[in-house]
T-cell receptor, first 115, second 116 residues
């Protein structure tokens, strides 16, 4: 079975705090993609990062960083020095299939950044 | 470069009716996938279209069907609407090269369907 778990339903932090959003996935496939998307109140999901299953190198992009660990089936997302504009729902997603044509999203973590 | 556009943005139907939702893909993209997002939940994959054919499907009944047109735009049709079909329906476009989807999805803002 394929599954993506985001155990944190909602997180509240104060601006400038660091915050980590957890994502645990489950699959028997050896080839897959993992993604993070941001969904602001407008509803449109915004792509943040893609990582394939063969690339465990961590990535940093500005205030965002991602930690991919196959040993624990986790793909966690950290925002450093959070800002109010980071307030949104964040989704972790797993993409599988012969042609990467099966998509599984977690239930999302709502991040509230207070000034 | 135009983004993904969906129509209508909001609509209200009654149980048993049929609905058609439309999606125009981002310029340069040849693949469209559809998702149902209930309130407070993550998007649930309905299906994906490539080369005008369905090439991937989630756990949704046959009354959810779709089309893709030569210009890569797409429609989602839902027959015999049920109350539980009330949700935000998201369309995403992506690029398939050599038969493999790149996996990078670009989403529209969605169509919010209410079934009474």
């Amino acid at each position: 079975a394929q599954k993506v778990t985001q155990a944190q339903t909602e997180i509240s932090v104060v601006e400038k705090e660091d915050v980590t959003l957890d994502c645990v996935y489950e699959t028997r496939d050896t080839t897959y993609y993992l993604f993070w998307y941001k969904q602001p109140p407008s509803g449109e999901l915004v792509f943040l990062i893609r990582r394939n299953s063969f690339d465990e190198q961590n990535e940093i992009s500005g205030r965002y960083s991602w930690n991919f660990q196959k040993s624990t089936s986790s793909f966690n997302f950290t925002i450093t020095a959070s800002q109010v504009v980071d307030s949104a729902v964040y989704f972790c997603a797993l993409i599988l299939g012969y042609n990467f044509n099966k998509f599984y999203f977690g239930s999302g973590t709502k991040l509230n950044v207070k000034p | 470069e135009t983004g993904v556009t969906q129509s209508p943005t909001h609509l209200i139907k009654t149980r048993g009716q049929q609905v058609t939702l439309r999606c125009s893909s981002q310029s340069g993209h040849n693949t469209v996938s559809w998702y149902q997002q209930a309130l407070g939940q993550g998007p649930q994959f309905i299906f994906q279209y490539y080369r005008e054919e369905e090439n991937g499907r989630g756990n949704f009944p046959p009354r959810f069907s779709g089309l893709q047109f030569p210009n890569y735009s797409s429609e989602l049709n839902v027959n015999a609407l049920e109350l539980d079909d009330s949700a935000l329906y998201l369309c995403a476009s992506s690029l398939t090269r050599g038969g493999t989807n790149t996996g990078e999805l670009f989403f529209g803002e969605g169509s919010r369907l209410t079934v009474l």
